[in-house]
């Protein structure tokens, strides 16, 4: 696989819970088994705008040379490695409900994906 089409499928899938996250957060997270107070209805659409953003960075970089995207590869492999360790805490913790290993499979791929990326294929 080349970078292109992995950033290209982030993109997507980053997009997809983003605005999800950023219209319909309460719903979207009732599917996982979570439920949101008002709270918590702020701060998954702050994450989905981020991931709105996320996405469109890695939309709009997705055809540049892979030597000049080092850079953000290595930014958004510690991002999605924070974020598979935050999603898998709490799944341990019992606040998501057997989908959310789904969840927590997604940002595992996309860690591992962008490792690979960044530290296996550009030195090879």
Do not use: H
Request: charged fraction near 10%.
């Amino acid at each position: 696989m080349k970078l292109s089409l992995f950033l290209a499928i982030k993109a997507v899938i980053s997009l997809f819970f983003g605005v999800l996250l950023a219209i319909i957060p309460a719903q979207l997270m009732a599917i996982y088994g979570s439920t949101l107070d008002p709270s918590g209805v702020l701060m998954a659409r702050l994450v989905g705008a981020l991931l709105i953003g996320i996405g469109l960075i890695c939309w709009l970089s997705r055809n540049k040379p892979e030597d000049s995207l080092q850079d953000i590869v290595l930014s958004l492999f510690v991002a999605d490695t924070l974020g598979f360790i935050v999603v898998l805490m709490g799944q341990l913790a019992g606040l998501m409900g057997p989908l959310g290993w789904i969840i927590v499979l997604i940002w595992l791929l996309l860690a591992i994906g962008l490792g690979y990326f960044r530290f296996i294929k550009s030195s090879g």
